[in-house]
């Protein structure tokens, strides 16, 4: 078997040379999901693209959100030595973009521009009616599934999920997009899952502080696993909060349907000095 390669943190997916650069940040898988994406956004800056630590299987990854943050400011401050970067992130990586973002507001360095697509905390942090409503429909969304799956194979949809990682993280996995093109690295399966799991974890764990910068925010038309209304979850949160809505649903805007996504990070993007 060869050699693998160190994971690097930033992975360059667009060239440009327009300023500040665009650092998106990864979800649960580690992986950088979004290159298709990265390609139709119309920006002069270049777009960057954060791999977790441990896709390599050569070093343990993160469980906690503000680790991750410390570690990947390190290699964002090597890129933007005039300034922090622009950043983005989709689902769990928007917690990590929102931290990142965080941790250069305590310095006195604000982000020219937060955005976050489809993100949302763990429920275990939302008001108690907000986590009653997910709950009842995650358990609706999980039951037509069952019913288009044979009698032994709904049982264990059920059960192996609880069993193994509990229901939480099962409809979470569900909701994260499939690699849509072939890993830079040939990244090993255990490491991968281990990275996924490590992330499930920090997810579970973190509480997004009140942010004193404004946060631009993409949203689905069909909704799945996650509120309807992030205006209720994120408003208290932030200073400033816009929303675009964009058809399709949590998945398919980084797979299929990721050209309205595209065209509104564009318009977003825009508004950077």
């Not at 890993?183 to 499930?200: D, G, S």
Request: charged share 20%; with cysteine; glycine share 8%.
């Amino acid at each position: 078997m060869g050699s693998v390669s160190p994971t690097p943190a930033l992975v360059q997916m667009k060239s440009g040379e327009g300023l500040p650069p665009i650092v998106i940040a990864h979800g649960l898988s580690g992986t950088i999901q979004v290159t298709k994406l990265a390609l139709n956004v119309e920006t002069p800056r270049p777009i960057y693209g954060i791999q977790a630590k441990g896709l390599d299987g050569l070093g343990e990854p993160f469980d906690r959100v503000e680790n991750m943050a410390e570690h990947y400011m390190g290699a964002i401050d090597e890129l933007c030595q005039h300034g922090p970067c622009i950043l983005i992130g989709y689902s769990f990586g928007g917690l990590v973009a929102l931290e990142i973002a965080q941790c250069y507001a305590s310095k006195g360095k604000p982000v020219p521009m937060l955005i976050l697509l489809d993100t949302y905390p763990h429920p275990r942090f939302m008001p108690w009616k907000w986590r009653a409503s997910l709950f009842a429909r995650r358990m609706l969304i999980h039951a037509q599934r069952v019913k288009q799956l044979p009698l032994r194979d709904g049982i264990s949809y059920f059960v192996s999920g609880a069993k193994r990682k509990g229901i939480g993280e099962k409809a979470l996995e569900r909701t994260t997009p499939e690699l849509v093109e072939p890993p830079t690295l040939a990244f090993r399966k255990e490491a991968r899952r281990r990275v996924n799991h490590y992330a499930y974890r920090a997810y579970e764990n973190y509480r997004p502080r009140y942010y004193p910068g404004k946060i631009s925010f993409v949203t689905t038309s069909e909704k799945t696993f996650f509120p309807g209304d992030p205006f209720q979850i994120w408003t208290p949160l932030t200073r400033e909060f816009e929303v675009e809505t964009i058809p399709g649903n949590h998945l398919n805007i980084l797979t299929t349907e990721f050209l309205p996504l595209a065209a509104v990070l564009s318009q977003y993007l825009q508004k950077v000095p």
